[in-house]
């Protein structure tokens, strides 16, 4: 059974930073593209980033590049985002999700991301 457990999120202020993990379990990890993916309140889902299965490539929504990272350990099953200079409108509910540039969470309860001054 698929399951993706999302954690390390919380209150900041703009031009902070924080750092999301994924645990995933319940499938090939190492052989998946992996995402995150953002949910605003009142918003829909919005595609955040998204990593080749070996890490080799990486590729950004225009509004989060320059400012996060994702990264992967295959060795431990774990997808990371790390998150700099964040903005208000960075607020949301982060999920991550299998597949290549998805909108669609996958599944976990995700992590609340709350940037305020």
């Known amino acids: 059974q698929v399951q993706l457990v999302e954690s390390g999120g919380g209150l900041v202020q703009p031009g902070g930073s924080l750092r999301l993990s994924c645990a995933a379990s319940g499938f090939p990890f190492s052989n998946y593209y992996m995402s995150w993916v953002r949910q605003a309140p009142g918003k829909g889902h919005e595609w955040v980033s998204s990593?080749?299965?070996?890490?080799?490539?990486?590729y950004y929504a225009d509004s989060v590049k320059g400012r996060f990272t994702i990264s992967r350990d295959n060795a431990k099953n774990t997808l990371y985002l790390q998150m700099n200079s964040l903005k208000l409108e960075d607020t949301g509910v982060y999920y991550c999700?299998?597949?290549?540039?998805?909108?669609?969470?996958?599944g976990g309860q995700g992590t609340q991301v709350t940037v305020s001054s």
């Open positions: 990593i080749y299965e070996d890490g080799t490539n990486t």
């Open positions: 999700a299998e597949g290549w540039r998805t909108s669609t969470p996958g």
